[in-house]
């Protein structure tokens, strides 16, 4: 397994999936099946968010978990949908609570339908993700997906509460996109593990591969929100400095300047103009933030890419580790 | 059994709980719980919305089913607790969506912490209803309460979207209801049912229960705000006429108004200033609309009671027809 390299040239994640496309083909039929048996407006706003696109990359951990354990059943299929529902359901709120207006090159479901449809579409898509998962009568199952999305909730709701708090640590960052991000993808390759009926350290290692890549694609994911383009990301960005949000390259550079320098650049975050946000982004380009941002999160992905290495030579193994490498040379 | 009377005097909800009282004390624990578990923040806000009050009357509805079904076990109580925090939820969110200030004489979740951490809290206390129920190890539980809450979502999302259409009519008002309150308030019944493992008759007729209770309970709530105190109801009123929502006082008076009167009439739900409310609600008071609202609901509270017929004499059964009478008699 080689390391994982900031400068190889970017696969692209369709060929990744080849493998496990049949899989991930049932899975947008459940998903098409959720909007579908809704009654009233559902269909148009639940295939709206869901044929919007998105990388997949929940369900495929859970197929590729459960395959790595050898299962041959249509579960994963199941908990795959289950796992992206409850993703898009916190996007459909997120994008509320950030006041977000583009995603995935499209307006976000709050600024198509408005708030109050969005608020209660996203309760719709939870309530679906729960239903599917009690139906593999597996309470453990449940209980998995359960932890993580409490977790996520109380996630953001700190995060939310800790808005322009500019003395923002580096572990309470890591800790914020932890519960973001990284707790979902640990429970879709766990639950793919549990399906597989593999032992608790299998398990374990294979959670472990799920939560660093998550922390991984979050850094990336907050780095691209700073230098990325929006016609690429096809999502509103510099929503986190309009949000006193601080994440990564921020928080690097903060620890980094002077006292004086320092106050300037509290100034321009506590105040958010287009302006402060421009002047803002040339300083974290410049000062090799962004770099140390991809370094980061090359070392979760690396982490993750580590945690399969008790995992015999397969073709889901293989696709992992390429995923891994993906999720840091990506660019939307 | 007596047939439901509007004169009644009203006897204190306190007192009908007298003989599940040490049930509903086990689900006040249980709701603690959730908020205690909770990390950051999680703990004062769910303590806010749990300990806000309210009827408990979906716990209460589930023990009594279940009693009813003669069932000796403590999972009433986690159904029970997970049919209140699935009403919290939508009241949290509901109350976003409908501009609320007020609920249990206190400001709403949205109102004391913001409509960014209302959305998130509404979302925890879902996750935290569907863990508990899938705790009990029974996908018809899980599957009771998830169609519910999906019916109820999508009740929410066609009613936001008919905001404002005067044409409402009585049956679409009905249906609306029926999303609203009454599903849940059948499922309550039912689950308790479920748990007391009766025939499907039995717990068909007391999902009818529970279904009709809800219609006569959701027809006095869109009543009492219309003519209702604030200082007495504790929570805003007059919000349906601020969000363009027809209930069935006033389509009733749509409906008797003359061409003119009533295009005067829909003038005023057109604009809801302060000052047409004035007058609508005058309107509606003389015009015997209220007692049309009191008389239908009273006609489902006895249709509730009527459901209960198959059952033998006993405490709970007494219990919920005193209930069936509290619900159309309350000012609250």
Wanted: with cysteine; net charge negative.
């Amino acid at each position: 397994m080689s390391p994982i390299s900031l400068k190889q040239e970017q696969e692209k994640l369709e060929d990744l999936y080849q493998y496990i496309f049949p899989y991930l083909l049932q899975t947008e039929r459940v998903l098409q099946d959720v909007a579908t048996r809704g009654k009233g407006m559902i269909p148009e706003i639940v295939n709206y968010v869901v044929q919007a696109g998105g990388k997949r990359l929940r369900p495929a951990l859970v197929v590729l978990s459960a395959q790595l354990g050898g299962t041959q059943s249509d579960d994963p299929i199941t908990v795959g949908a289950a796992s992206e529902l409850i993703h898009l359901a916190t996007l459909v709120h997120d994008d509320i609570v950030d006041r977000a207006v583009l995603r995935h090159q499209k307006p976000t479901a709050a600024v198509q339908f408005g708030d109050e449809v969005a608020i209660l579409l996203g309760d719709y898509l939870y309530v679906e993700a729960f239903s599917l998962l009690a139906s593999l009568n597996d309470p453990q199952i449940v209980d998995l997906f359960a932890r993580s999305t409490r977790t996520m909730c109380q996630g953001e709701i700190n995060q939310v509460r800790r808005r322009f708090q500019l003395d923002l640590s580096l572990s309470e960052y890591l800790a914020f996109i932890d519960h973001k991000t990284a707790t979902l993808m640990g429970a879709a390759m766990r639950g793919g593990a549990r399906l597989a009926r593999l032992s608790t350290d299998q398990a374990t290692a294979l959670g472990h591969y799920g939560w660093n890549l998550g922390m991984a694609f979050q850094i990336i994911d907050d780095t691209l929100d700073l230098v990325g383009e929006e016609g690429v990301t096809g999502k509103t960005l510099r929503t986190d400095l309009a949000n006193g949000k601080l994440t990564l390259p921020l928080i690097w550079l903060r620890e980094k300047l002077g006292a004086e320098e320092r106050e300037k650049f509290l100034g321009f975050l506590r105040e958010p103009t287009m302006e402060n946000v421009q002047l803002i982004i040339s300083w974290v380009k410049e000062s090799g933030a962004i770099k140390e941002g991809l370094r980061q999160a090359a070392n979760f992905a690396n982490q993750a890419n580590t945690a399969l290495q008790s995992f015999p030579d397969s073709t889901p193994h293989k696709t992992l580790s390429a995923i891994a490498q993906y999720i840091v040379t990506r660019t939307r």
